[in-house]
């Protein structure tokens, strides 16, 4: 079932990865209900984690003013 585990599209800021055949993607499906087997790593999940806090706090001073300020101000 991995073989057949492809990246799909990708965009400047995701990319999607399934399975290529329906009958895969539904046998994953019942795979998945049973016991996760497509999860991120801890290590994976702490650089998410990581990459989301620096990039909210890039924009925290921006979000209180907008807030204060009743919303956006362009």
Known sequence: MLRNFQVR???E???RASLS???DR???WVNQKIEP????SP???AAVVE?????LNELKP?????????????
Do not use: D
């Open 37 to 40: 087997w497509v999860v991120f």
């Open 43 to 45: 290590k994976n999940k």
């Open 51 to 55: 990459a989301t806090r620096r990039v």
């Open 62 to 74: 921006r979000l209180l003013i907008e807030r204060i300020l009743g919303g956006k101000q362009r």
């Open 13 to 15: 800021n995701k990319s």
């Open 21 to 23: 055949t329906r009958r």
């Open 9 to 11: 599209t990708v965009s």
């Open 26 to 28: 539904i046998k994953a």
